[in-house]
């Protein structure tokens, strides 16, 4: 059974850092690429940063270059965001997901809330 288990996220005030954690089981997590995403209310989900199985290239979405930084341990299991910088418009349900490459299937995450505000 695979599972997506996310940990950090809360309320923060603008300009301040988060970290998001995300647990993998039940899947060889080190041939997975991972991703995170946010949805804020009322708008579709959006990717926020990807992370590929093999090398660790990144891809980060233009309103969080340069502020946000994902990253994983394969020998944890684990994938991160560090959100720097942070503002209200960062503001969504933030979920981390993994697809096999070329499999167009994720799993998700949970999701966490994060809110930015004074």
């Known amino acids: 059974q695979v599972q997506l288990v996310q940990s950090g996220g809360g309320l923060v005030q603008p300009g301040g850092s988060l970290r998001l954690s995300c647990l993998v089981s039940?899947?060889?997590?080190?041939?997975?690429?991972m991703g995170w995403f946010r949805q804020a209310p009322g708008k579709e989900r959006e990717t926020v940063a990807t992370?590929?199985?093999?090398?660790?290239?990144?891809y980060y979405a233009d309103p969080v270059k340069g502020r946000f930084i994902i990253s994983r341990d394969n020998a944890k299991k684990s994938v991160y965001l560090q959100m720097n910088s942070l503002k209200p418009e960062d503001t969504a349900v933030y979920y981390c997901?993994?697809?096999?490459?070329?499999?167009?299937?994720?799993?998700w995450g949970q999701g966490t809330q994060v809110t930015v505000s004074s």
């Open positions: 039940g899947l060889t997590f080190s041939s997975y690429d």
């Open positions: 992370i590929v199985w093999n090398r660790g290239s990144t």
């Open positions: 997901a993994a697809e096999f490459p070329g499999s167009q299937h994720k799993y």
